[in-house]
C-alpha cells in the first residue's frame, strides 16, 4: 500500500516533466518578455506538474479536511494544538538568538520552552504568557548585514 502510493504520486507528479513543451514566459514577476524572446527553465515541466497536483491536493484533500476539523473540534482543543506547535518553534527561537549572539534572549526563550513543556502539558497550556515571559521567535538575518 505504502508502495503504491508512492509510485502513483511521483507518476502524477512526473508526468507533466515528459509531456511539457516549453514556452515563452509573459509575466514573471513584473518582469515582461517578449514574445521572440524565450526563457529556458528545464524544470518548467516538473515544477509545472508538482504545481498543479499541489493545487489540486489543497482544493480536493487539504481544505476540505481543513474546514471539517475546525466545524467539529472546540475552540480549547485548537486553541491547545496551536499552543504545542507555538511551544515548539521556541526551540527555533532559542537557536536564532544563540546565533544572533543573544544569550539573554536565548536563556529566555529556553525558560519559556521548559516551563510549557513542564509545567503546561507539553506545551498545550501556556503558561509561560501568563508569567509574561517573552518570546522570540523572529528570525531576523539583520544582524548580520552590513549596519545591522
Same mark, same amino acid.
Given at each position: 500500500?505504502?508502495?503504491?502510493?508512492?509510485?502513483?504520486?511521483?507518476?502524477?507528479?512526473?508526468?507533466?516533466?515528459?509531456?511539457?513543451?516549453?514556452?515563452?514566459?509573459?509575466?514573471?514577476?513584473?518582469?515582461?518578455?517578449?514574445?521572440?524572446?524565450?526563457?529556458?527553465?528545464?524544470?518548467?515541466?516538473?515544477?509545472?506538474?508538482?504545481?498543479?497536483?499541489?493545487?489540486?491536493?489543497?482544493?480536493?484533500?487539504?481544505?476540505?479536511?481543513?474546514?471539517?476539523?475546525?466545524?467539529?473540534?472546540?475552540?480549547?482543543?485548537?486553541?491547545?494544538?496551536?499552543?504545542?506547535?507555538?511551544?515548539?518553534?521556541?526551540? *527555533?527561537?532559542?537557536?536564532?538568538?544563540?546565533?544572533? *549572539?543573544?544569550?539573554?534572549?536565548?536563556?529566555?526563550?529556553?525558560?519559556?520552552?521548559?516551563?510549557?513543556?513542564?509545567?503546561?502539558?507539553?506545551?498545550?497550556?501556556?503558561?509561560?504568557?501568563?508569567?509574561?515571559?517573552?518570546?522570540?521567535?523572529?528570525?531576523?538575518?539583520?544582524?548580520?548585514?552590513?549596519?545591522?
Amino acid at each position: 500500500m505504502k508502495f503504491s502510493s508512492v509510485a502513483l504520486i511521483l507518476s502524477v507528479s512526473f508526468s507533466g516533466v515528459l509531456s511539457a513543451q516549453e514556452e515563452p514566459v509573459a509575466d514573471v514577476a513584473g518582469v515582461s518578455v517578449e514574445d521572440d524572446q524565450h526563457v529556458s527553465d528545464p524544470w518548467e515541466g516538473f515544477n509545472r506538474a508538482m504545481f498543479s497536483f499541489n493545487e489540486g491536493l489543497d482544493t480536493y484533500a487539504l481544505k476540505p479536511l481543513t474546514k471539517g476539523y475546525q466545524a467539529v473540534t472546540p475552540d480549547v482543543v485548537e486553541t491547545g494544538v496551536n499552543n504545542f506547535f507555538e511551544n515548539l518553534s521556541d526551540v *527555533g527561537g532559542t537557536l536564532n538568538a544563540l546565533l544572533q *549572539g543573544k544569550p539573554d534572549a536565548a536563556v529566555e526563550n529556553f525558560a519559556r520552552f521548559a516551563f510549557n513543556t513542564t509545567i503546561g502539558l507539553g506545551g498545550i497550556f501556556d503558561v509561560a504568557t501568563q508569567w509574561e515571559l517573552p518570546s522570540m521567535k523572529r528570525i531576523s538575518v539583520r544582524r548580520w548585514l552590513p549596519g545591522g
